[in-house]
Structures are given as C-alpha cells and as structure tokens.
C-alpha cells in the first residue's frame, strides 16, 4: 500500500478529480481480457506529457510502481498493476487525435485514441492506417504500440511497428524523449523508438505517437475456398503468398470451428470440410483484383479446394466472413474454460504444426480447435475444457506448454500479436537463452533502473 | 597500440592466416568513403560466429577495440577504427547466402554478401529485395542493416529495416543472441532486431540476418517531368505521393545539378529548367502502371511541368535516369572539395528546405547543388568549394552547419541514409536534448558497458 501522502501528491500533479483511489474504481481498473485482476492504489489521468513527467519523476524517486494503460483489452495481463502502485490512464484527457498531415501522409495521436477512431478519422479523407487488431472498436493506439498489435490484414499491409514514424515518450526518471520523425527516413541516433515498439509499457511512457498513413485502396474483394483437409489448406495458404500476389488477408477455420460455428448459427456451413480460407484482395483497378482473385483461385484449386466463391457484393462479403468473425465465442460449445494462445510460425511450417497440434488434442483427449490468420502464419490456438473440472484445467496447461514447444520447435514464437505480460512470462525460458533474458534485463535497467514501470512482466526480475 | 600478446591469442582463435597486422593490409582498411584514415593494430576475419563470439570476449576482457567493417564504402566513417584496435572483417569467410525460403520468401545471409548479389540471387527465383543503396554493388548487408541503408525504391519500398525480420549477433561480452524470428509477426520480448539496426556496429556485432523477400513485380515504367522551378517540382513531389499513387521512386536533379551533368555529358538536357523529376512505377498489369502514370502526369502538368516523357522501352528509360545516375561526379565541375549531406525532411517541406538551402548559398556566394531522393524527403545536398582553398573550406563548413539547422527547423534529420559516425558526431546537439543522448549513452552502457564495441562513434563517450 502507498502511503497516502504520496496520492495527496499525485493529486496536487494532476488535479483531485484526475486521481481515483475509491474502492469502485479500483476495481474497475483491475482486470484486463485475462480476467486476473490485481488492485491498483490509485488510478491516475495525466493531463499532458508534462503531468506524465512530474508522476514519474516523483513515483522513481519514491520507488512507487507505475502501470499504463490502455483500454485493458490486453490477453496476457501486461496492463495489470500486478505489484500494486499506480495506473497511469489515458482515456480522460490524452485521447486526442493531434494531426492528421495529409500532405506528408502521417496522423499524430495521442495515447488513448481508439484504434477505429483513427481508422475512421483518415478514411473519411481518403487515407488508411492497415493495423485492425480484433480489439480495434476499444483498444487503444497507446496498448498497440506497446504490444505491436497486428490484425486481420498483417499477410498485406504489416502489423503496428510498420506504422510508427515516431514516438514521444517518458523515461522513468521524467526524461521527454522524441524518438523518431515525421520523415520515411531518420537514421540518426540510436531506433528508439523500434526498442518502445511491443515493450509492454515497461521501458517508457507513451504520450504521443506519429503514424504513417497510407492510400485508401479503392475496392476490395472477398472469396472463400473449401477443402477437404488442414493440411491442403495450409499449404495454399504459403503457395499463395509465394505465388506473386499478396491478399490483404487470408484466414482459416479449421473443421472444430467450422462446426461449432455451424452449431451456434446455424448458416449452412460445409461442416465434413477440413477447413475454410476467406481471403480479401484490394487495389484500385478492377483487373488487378480479378487478377489478384484469379490466381488465388488456381493455387487453391491446385491444393485441394473444391469449392471457391467470390463474394459479387458487400453483402455476400459479409456473409463469408460471418464464420470466421463468429469463430471465438462460437467454440464454447467445446468447454466452459479456453486457454487461447496466438502463436505464429514461419507460413511453410502451418501445415505440420496443425498436424502437431491434433496430436496434442489426441494425447490428451481434449480438443483444440484453431482458426486464424495463416496469411502471416498467425494461429489462434483455443484448447478447451471444462473450467469447472480441475484435472481437465491442469490437462489444458500441460497441453498449452506442448502447443508452444510445438510451435518453438518449428521456428515460431510465443506471440505473434497478443505480448508476454504476466501470461506468457512461464514460457519464456522456452523461447529465450538465459543470455537473451540477461540482455531484457540489461535494456530494461537502462531505461528503468528503479525497476519501477510495469514492473515484472515479460519474465524479467 | 595493442600488445603483440594479443595479436598472437586472436590469431590462435581465427587462424593466424585470417589476422592481417602488416602495413599495407593496414593502410587498405583504414579508410571509407570519408577519406579519412585511422589505422588498426590489426584486421581480423571470424570464420564464423563462435569466433566473433571468442574474439569479443577476449576484446572486452582485455579492454581492446573491436570495429565491425562492411565494404568501407560509408559517408560518415562508421567502420573507421578511430581508437585503433582490431577491425574484424567478413568478406573472407562471414560472406555467403545461407538460404533462399522460397516458401517463406525469405532469405538468410551472412553480413559479408555484397546488396547486389543477394539482390541478383532472389531475383533469379522470381522474388525481390528492394534496398537499392547507390553502393549496392559493394556495399554488404552487414553494413546495410548497421547504417540502416536506404536506396532510390524507398519512396514505395521503404528501407532496411523494413526487411529485417531477424538478426543474430554477438554481445561484447561474447554472449550470442537471436533477436526476432523467420514469422511475419513475433512479439515475445524485446525488440533487439529494432534496436539494432542502425546502431552504427555500436552495440553489438552481426553474424547473421534473415530478410524478407517480395515478389518481384512483373514490370516497370519510366518516366520524367521537366519543371520551371524547384519549388513547383517539389510540390508536385508530395501531391503525387498524396494522390493515391505511390511511385516506386521519385528522384529530382535541381538547375545547378542539370547544367553539371549536361556540361559533362552533352546530352542535351534542359538547362534553362528549374528541376526535373524522374519517376519509376512498377507492377504486374500494363493498365495499372498506365493509371499510375496518368494520375503522376495529371499533378505534374498541374504543378508547373512542361514536358512529361514515358519512356518507350529499356534504352528509353536508362536515357531518362542517365542525368539522375551522374548527377554526384558532374558536380565537380563546381569545385574541387564536396561537402555532401543526405537531409530528409517531411515531404511538405521540401520546397521551403530547397529555398533555404539556395538562400544559404547566396549568403556565402558559393554553389550548392541539391538532387535525390525526394520521393521520400531526402536531398543530397552538396556544398561546393575549391578544396586548396582554406578560407573557402572554412565558408563550407558554416554553410553546412545551416543546412543542418535549416532541416531540423523543418522537422528533419541529419541524416536519412548515411548515419552518423564520427563524420556527423559534432551536429548530434543540434538534433538531440541533453536527455535524448543521456538515453543513447544508456543503452550504449547496457550492451557494451566496457566501451570495446566502436567507441565514439556517434557522438557517444
């Protein structure tokens, strides 16, 4: 517990009504999409950078923790105040979108602006920012630079980290740092900002961020193969890529998930199919997209598909991308309780690494459906059991531990979108060399040698 | 000066056939591009990683300097052994392609392959590497992914560090690392990868880099657009970047650049024109290219162009960028001594960064002739002077010190392909606060704590 002259402080920064300490708040603050909740003593709302400086620089001398905060929509806990302290949140005051330069084709923000408030905000004048996290209508700019979100149309256009021309952050002992410029290029001085990128908040304060916008393409397309293994799906899916066009996204659905879909809504879905691929193409040239759609259509057929449909309009796009959107709640039909993990591998290796993943299922008799965005080789991995049964909840973490090995053995990683945080941070030792880890620690140090942002997280001490 | 102990220990490490110490090896790797010249006690050439891992260990143990070597061909002295020591060099053993992932379209290299070949390599398989640095024909990856190398396509295609998907390296402290994996996305601990590139082979030596390759596109246009003045060239440069079309490179040549080239070559250049821009566009449809180029010509004849030329076939178009290919050794005809600088600024503020430059010159009656990469915002900015004329090199060096503050005034760099090095280190101050280099100085701390790994380069101590 902070002394309470500390808050009297913090307050005295921000102004009484920018600091909570009541019981309602507190909890309110306390959980993220892990559903672990952990209190915070107090949640703070900085009014500008200068605020965040001042906190900082009094919480480091003072050896108090400090948490930011995005929307807490984080799967691994990298927002939670774990070891007490303060939360930092953006949502009052910094949650402004600053500039959107459309000359130099670049938006500024500040922290708490919501991912499709930006989205909405530069396409309403013809540009687009690509990162389209699953969270995108509430997570935050400021939760997406800190785990590198990516999205449904990372096979194409990248994840966050392609988007970031600059950064404005705060150090732990109050420093305002600029990382970064408005320019395509800067190659002076050390990338600070490509270290800020995915470090989960426990290196800097994020206040500002310059992102780099893009065209809106003109019109976009929409089809679906069918077929009639995971296998033959997964290997279009890397024939594709390789084959000279590249799809905004190409996600899959494995047959668990096509059916537990089918089971919940009941569409019609070819349920006997080993999976489903639903792809978008875009571009400004109607003959591009039917090249684009042509060539996807021969890989795929060559690979097993028997059936493939191009959408004709909006709502037929709609509707086969209805299964894939469908596919998370769908897959309570299998368990009350999900470990669901988001881990990634080289596209070439998708097809053993399902392979992999059904023999875990088989081991342990429990089952593991996966869907998700094998464009950049991207799977979400849902194992599922019945929360209320504790043998089958120890099963499920077994299961989770031989699903990353899996994954780590065929070159992957433990993430490929959703960060370490206080989840992952088990595994680490799987992943990482005791050097590696001794080179985290070494960066987090030097940023933060208090050890008092985000303290813990990532398996770092 | 080093003891002969250790020359003999690193030669039992290497092979004393792979440790040059004589004077003529010496002299030749003494310089780059810079013409300065320092020599080193020795050059070392790893065989493979576990040598640059045993040779850093012994260095860091013994407190003698290690400096990482590309081809020499930097601007900035970056690969100058400034403090002496060894340089370890790559080009005898740490030089090959590893591999060519045409199913993952990626490629893993050692950090002694020259750009060009792995260019040449993947390109023989259908696929594309775009950094195209001028030096392209010696200058090697390693050197690359350390400067964080740029090139005429990064208008459409970006830079290095956007092909980066991960690098091995070695710490001074000999410890090996695997930063960053062969998958679109990974976000499991820090990321070094991004830290690393452009680290100037400060912080930690590269064994090895995996690449992401693209297809490549299936053909490219040519065309230019000769303009009444710069700032009318400038400003059709950001509009036409603006207007949905992105041109794989968008290079102009100002008057005193043209009239050097035609003075040169005799090729009948517009002398009278204020600028010319050069413009390639790429794709896999005929009717895509032509719409890119319509819409470039439309913002052209919009902003001040007078005559705009497609090239009809290859000879056409190697006629359309022979002005831009031979702008830097034309400008000779200006004088003797080039002071050339490679600013970049948010597009928008090209055409007030060119006013300024020009004004700058008139200030100091002296020449500077400006052409590059404006497509990106990066102007090669050449200060003329009579090289034997001391008071004139003095003139240069003020002026200099203007273009630097003129750029950073518009939101600039110092630099956006060339780094820093030592050629740089005096203007860090102007770009970066007392806390920005405090954060470079920590980090420098946290990977090198015993200052072995090219020391002061920078601007660092």
Known sequence: MIDSKHLDTLAAIVGRENLYSDKAHLIAYSYDATRERFEADAVVFPRHEQDVSDILRYCNTHLINVVPRGAGSGFTGGALPSRGGIVLGFEKHMNKILEIDM???????????????????????????????????????GGNVNENAGGMRAAKYGITKDYVMAIRAVRPNGDIIKAGKRTIKDVAGYNIAGILIASEGTLAVTTEVTLKLLSKPKMTKTAMGIFGS??????????????????????????????????????????????????????????????????IEKIFRENGCSEFKIARDAKEAADLWFARRNASPSLSVYGSKKLNEDVTVPRSALPELLERFYAIADKYQIKIPCFGHTGDGNVHTNVMVDGKDPEQVKIAYQAIEEVFQATIDLGGTLSGEHGIGLAKAPYMHMAFTPEEMALFQDIKRAFDPNNILNPFKMGLV
Chains 1, 2 share one sequence.
């Open 103 to 141: 000359q130099n084709m670049v938006a500024v923000v500040q922290p708490g602006v919501i991912n499709k408030d930006l989205q909405r905000a530069v396409e309403a004048v013809g540009l687009f920012y690509p990162p389209d996290p699953a969270s995108q209508e509430y997570s935050t700019i």
């Open 230 to 295: 995971v296998k033959e799906a997964m290997e279009a899916v890397y024939k594709t890529m390789a084959g000279g066009v590249t799809p905004v996204a190409m996600e899959f659905l494995d047959n668990l998930t096509i059916r537990a879909v089918e089971q919940t809504f009941h569409k019609g879905l070819p349920v006997d199919a080993g999976a489903i691929l639903v792809t978008d193409v875009d571009g400004n040239l109607e003959e591009d997209l039917n090249l684009q759609l042509s060539i």
